[in-house]
């Protein structure tokens, strides 16, 4: 650093006995204090390790964010195709079972338990009048049909793998033992469930 030199400066005094007067002087050199400046090292960057270290930390993270959304879709997913087939079952054994409770009997002769599986029941109307209901498996549906609205009872997500159901008699009580196999979801989400239901027949006088 450039050292800055100063002269002491002195005031004029008069000197009252000649009338004179003296101008300032200037008195010997005086150094400063050295004042030194040092430069600031700034470090930019990351070194090789570091990148590699916060890279590694960072792919580690992903793949564990990765797999949780993964696991997150496929137990949503997996859930849906439960609840369609649950659904579905609940759906088709309540209108099966109330069907079968109003029935007169079991036409038998029109009745199919082979695949593909047709039940017929032999009931009447609101007004008395006799007609036929019948449940049937149609292209992986099952469907009803009682005169007036033929229709499927599961839910279009659900498909029918299986339907087929035993009379059972014992000369006084007629029942009907339903087996019913749904599925729902494709691939890895596929559930697969099996429903039972035995119902007995209500004879109408």
Avoid: W
Wanted: proline share 3%.
């Amino acid at each position: 650093m450039e050292i800055i030199k100063f002269r002491k400066f002195q005031t004029s005094k008069r000197d009252n006995s000649r009338g004179k007067v003296f101008f300032p002087i200037f008195s010997e050199k005086m150094r400063l204090p050295k004042v030194t400046c040092q430069k600031l090292s700034v470090r930019g960057g990351f070194s090789l390790i570091e990148m590699i270290v916060y890279i590694s930390i960072m792919t580690l993270i992903l793949v564990v964010v990765i797999n949780m959304i993964i696991i997150i879709i496929t137990s949503q997913k997996k859930v849906s195709s439960l609840s369609i087939v649950e659904h579905s079952a609940v759906v088709a054994f309540d209108r099966m079972s109330r069907e079968i409770r109003d029935a007169v009997s079991i036409d038998y002769g029109k009745s199919q338990s082979s695949y593909p599986a047709k039940l017929v029941l032999d009931t009447v109307d609101e007004g008395g009048v006799p007609m036929e209901v019948e449940i049937y498996l149609e292209n992986d549906s099952l469907k009803i049909n009682d005169g007036n609205i033929s229709g499927p009872l599961v839910d279009p997500g659900a498909k029918v793998t299986d339907f087929s159901f035993f009379l059972l008699s014992d000369g006084t009580v007629e029942a009907v033992k339903l087996e019913l196999t749904l599925e729902a979801g494709e691939n890895q989400f596929k559930k697969t469930e099996t429903f039972y239901s035995t119902i007995l027949l209500r004879h109408v006088e």
